[in-house]
């Protein structure tokens, strides 16, 4: 079968600066799939160009056996490809609603729409309260699940998270990744950048490890996680 994903030899670059430099990976459908690495590594970069928010210089992205390297960002949310960037991005003098109607700004189903806000609150209990609420009047957990929250907005079969624990205090990140695993049950596809390896490895089925943009190794998360090369550079040694 063919993967859901399939990234070959891609290179991208910001004007001179070569971010990306051949990077091949794949994501099987039903997949958590996590990229870890550190800061600079090109792990942001990954995903802006899969969103087609960073275009690429060579090689090929496919996303259920059509090639999208090139296709327009509006396109590729249209096919269910949907990010959650880094620093979530929500719209803060909007309310909690507002941003929730803005994920599903590429579908027309009023209904269908309706019981995606409901799910979605049945996942974040805390926006539903909030529903009135300003986005830039949340804690920063809060936000993130709003993020999260309008992303499934859209329907995403293929989901991208960029960094999503970043900031959280650590009762919210456990929370937030209990979250991934719940949308990952019910058949969205996830592609995960962490830099907090341990609890993405915890998650994810297969794990890539990116280092100043190429890919340095890859394999099932749990013998990543018990690679003495990752234990030093991402677990904490040991």
């Known amino acids: 079968m063919m993967a859901l994903l399939e990234v070959n030899n891609l290179y991208v670059s910001y ?8 990077v091949s990976f794949h994501v099987e ?17 990954t995903l802006r160009a899969l969103s087609g928010l960073q275009p690429a210089d ?13 296709k327009p960002a509006s396109d590729i949310v ?4 949907v990010q959650v960037p880094e620093g ?3 719209f803060a003098p909007l309310t909690v609603r507002e941003n929730l109607e803005m994920g599903a700004f590429t579908r027309k189903d009023k209904a269908e729409i309706e019981a995606s806000m409901q799910h979605v609150f049945e996942l974040f209990p805390r926006l539903k309260e909030r ?3 300003t986005g830039g009047t949340l804690s920063g957990g809060e936000q993130q699940m709003l993020a ?3 992303a499934l907005m859209a329907k995403p079969k293929l989901l991208l998270m960029d960094e999503p624990s970043m900031g959280l205090a650590p009762i919210l990140v456990e929370e937030i990744f209990d979250i991934i695993q719940e949308i990952n049950r019910e058949g969205v596809t996830v592609l995960l950048v962490e830099q907090n390896a341990h609890m993405a490895l915890s998650i994810a089925r297969r794990g890539y490890v990116l280092e100043t943009g190429a890919i340095e190794l890859e394999g099932l998360a749990h013998e990543l996680a018990e690679n003495p090369r990752v234990r030093e550079a991402y677990l904490g040694g040991g």
Do not use: C, F, P, W
Request: aromatic content about 2%; glycine content about 18%.
């Open 131 to 133: 529903l009135e609420q």
């Open 78 to 81: 249209s096919m269910g490809i």
């Open 148 to 150: 999260v929250g309008r």
């Open 88 to 90: 979530r991005r929500i």
């Open 58 to 70: 060579s090689g090929s992205i496919l996303y259920d056996g059509v090639d999208i390297t090139h």
């Open 29 to 45: 459908r039903g997949e958590v799939v996590t990229l870890i690495g550190a800061n600079g590594a090109g792990k942001s970069t």
């Open 15 to 22: 004007d001179a600066i070569h971010a990306l430099h051949g």
